[in-house]
């Protein structure tokens, strides 16, 4: 068994002359790509053939031709092979800088955040940050993520919720469409489009319990990002339930146009999460504590 372990695993020598190889098709080629002499490439895929079994190159005039048997061995391990690379590359860059994976709400991450980080890189030069686009719970050992925006309940199992800010939203459409459809009472509203985030399917729901109008809105359009839905209403496509502080600019423009003036507040706030095992972790730390005191600033911004 010993020994069918070891014929299974060959040397990442023989695995990095091999890759190298399958993919320049000369010996020379590989030599120069990973600094060795055409003669140690040799040896190495002879050795990866005897190693294996199987003839994974046909030697011709003009350089090599990978075999069936190479050609799917070649497939198979690049993957494996990338891993291992990104692997190496994240341990020796952690032996000089903390890192910190953080997983971002699509819209809130580049209209709110963004614009901010600059000022977190200033105070904290020595963490790198790594961003994913994640909505929705997911696993963090499994993502390989530190911390995340959530918006939604302090409810994440094995994980801390840090409370951000609440968030108000307002139906708002395009100035042309509220021209063509007035707009007097809520009631109007229901006869209307009314743009749909998958993400918040009761949100127009909720929206007209707080004016305690009863009825059922039309059907219209369901998209997964804010952002979508901003260009759907700006298209006049409808009106859309959206987050005051995401469209900040839309507003300012013109682009968009509250349709009513009432405003409710979500069920649904924004937290920052990080899993037990990591909350004490130092980038996450400082994030937190950074983030907070944005919030804190821009609250106070928005006071007046």
């Not at 809105?217 to 409808?238: D, K, N, W």
């Not at 972790?281 to 944005?294: D, Q």
């Amino acid at each position: 068994m010993a020994n069918l372990s070891r014929r299974l695993l060959p040397s990442t020598s023989a695995l990095a002359a091999f890759d190298s190889v399958a993919r320049l098709s000369t010996f020379s080629a590989a030599a120069e790509e990973l600094s060795l002499t055409q003669g140690a490439i040799s040896r190495q895929i002879a050795a990866l053939e005897e190693q294996l079994g199987v003839l994974l190159f046909e030697r011709t005039s003009r350089g090599v031709i990978l075999t069936e048997a190479g050609t799917d061995y070649a497939r198979a391990i690049a993957g494996a092979l990338a891993e291992i690379r990104s692997a190496s590359l994240q341990a020796m860059t952690k032996q000089h800088n903390d890192q910190l994976n953080l997983a971002i709400l699509p819209t809130f991450g580049t209209r709110w955040l963004m614009p901010r980080i600059p000022r977190f890189v200033a105070r904290h030069p020595e963490i790198t940050l790594n961003f994913a686009t994640r909505i929705g719970l997911f696993d963090f050992d499994r993502d390989d993520i530190d911390m995340a925006i959530h918006i939604g309940q302090p409810d994440w199992p094995g994980a801390e919720s840090t409370f951000l800010m609440e968030e108000m939203v307002a139906p708002v459409a395009s100035p042309s469409f509220l021209s063509s459809h007035p707009i007097l009472t809520a009631e109007d509203l229901l006869r209307l489009p009314l743009l749909q985030m998958a993400s918040r399917p009761a949100a127009w729901s909720h929206f007209f319990e707080s004016l305690q109008v009863d009825g059922t809105p039309s059907q219209a359009m369901r998209f997964e990002q804010f952002s979508s839905v901003a260009q759907a209403c700006i298209a006049g496509l409808g009106l859309a339930l959206m987050p005051v502080f995401l469209i900040d600019s839309e507003l300012a423009n013109g682009q968009l146009v509250q349709a009513l003036p009432h405003q409710v507040k979500s069920p649904s706030a924004y937290y920052a999460v990080a899993p037990l095992s990591r909350k004490d972790f130092r980038p996450v730390v400082a994030f937190r504590a950074w983030l907070l005191e944005e919030v804190a600033l821009y609250r106070k911004n928005a006071a007046g």
